[in-house]
C-alpha cells in the first residue's frame, strides 16, 4: 500500500480548519451572498447581523472572528456558480486554535508567541483584505497587529500556520 512517510512532522492542517477541537468556541453565523469570502480562515466582521469579510480601510477593532471551514461543505465558489441566492450559515471562530494560510512573511521561520498582523487595506490577489500576514507591510497601517492572536510554532512552506485566537 503506497503511502506517504512524514519523516519529521505531520502536516499542520487544512486553511480554515480548526486544529484543536476542545479548546475552541465555534459560533454559527449566517452569510451574506452579495458579500462572499474569498476562502476559508479569513477574519470577518458582523453587517447588519450577517458575517462578512472585511472591506478595504476596515481596522483591525471590527474583527470578530475567523471563518471555519465546515466538513462536508459545497464551497462558496460552486454555490455561486450554481446560482444559489439565499444565505448560507456557517462557522464563525470565537475562540481557539486554527491553521490559516500566512500571506505575508515566511510560515517556516515564525515562532510560538509571535504577533499575527491581519490586512485591512493593500490587499492584492495574493494578499487579500482579512488574510493573515506574519510581518507587517511597510505601510504598517495596512496590515496592523491583530490583538489577542498569536503564533504557535513554526508554519509549512506554502504559508499554512497555526494561530492562537482569543486564548
Do not use: W
Not at 453587517?47 to 462578512?52: C, E, T
Not at 454555490?79 to 450559515?89: E, F, K, M, P, S
Not at 521561520?109 to 500576514?133: H, L, M, Y
Request: charged share 20%.
Amino acid at each position: 500500500m503506497a503511502g506517504n512517510a512524514y519523516l519529521t512532522r505531520m502536516p499542520i492542517g487544512i486553511v480554515g480548519g480548526i486544529t484543536r477541537p476542545r479548546e475552541s468556541t465555534v459560533e454559527a453565523v449566517t452569510l451574506d451572498n452579495k458579500k462572499r469570502f474569498l476562502s476559508y480562515g479569513l477574519v470577518g466582521k458582523y453587517d447588519s447581523d450577517k458575517f462578512v469579510p472585511l472591506q478595504e480601510g476596515d481596522t483591525a477593532d471590527k474583527v470578530k472572528g475567523i471563518l471555519v471551514r465546515p466538513y462536508p461543505i459545497t464551497s462558496l465558489t460552486d454555490l455561486a456558480h450554481l446560482g444559489i441566492t439565499a444565505n448560507q450559515v456557517a462557522d464563525n471562530l470565537k475562540r481557539g486554535y486554527i491553521c490559516v494560510k500566512a500571506t505575508g512573511g515566511n510560515a517556516l521561520n515564525a515562532k510560538k508567541g509571535d504577533p499575527v498582523f491581519v490586512r485591512v487595506a493593500g490587499g492584492t490577489e495574493a494578499s487579500p483584505i482579512g488574510s493573515f500576514v506574519l510581518k507587517a507591510d511597510a505601510t504598517a497601517e495596512n496590515t496592523p497587529q491583530l490583538p489577542n492572536a498569536e503564533i504557535m510554532g513554526p508554519g509549512e512552506a506554502d504559508g499554512r500556520i497555526e494561530i492562537a485566537y482569543n486564548i
